[in-house]
């Protein structure tokens, strides 16, 4: 497992922190539009920038680990 600096050297890690900054400031509006104070709204903020930086990162580590069926060999075995 990488250190956490590393997410932010890739393209898809530093895709995730972007995408974590927009889910993170629609978390806030959508706290202060329901009316709850300013430090709740940091709350979901934050939050809403974790969890979405944490499911991209699960996403983009699935697709590197396994390969896609397109991409196996097709040249015949040593047995046949």
């Known amino acids: 497992m990488g250190s956490l ?5 890739t393209l898809p890690g530093m895709l995730a922190v972007v995408v974590g900054a927009v889910g993170g400031s629609i978390g806030a509006l959508s706290a202060l539009l329901l009316g709850v104070p300013p430090l709740g709204a940091i709350t979901a903020a934050v939050v809403a920038f974790v969890i979405v930086v ?14 896609a069926p397109s991409l196996m060999p097709r040249f015949p075995s040593l047995r046949e």
């Open 54 to 67: 944490a499911a991209m990162s699960i996403s983009n580590r699935r697709s590197v680990e396994t390969v």
């Open 5 to 9: 600096f590393h997410l932010v050297q």
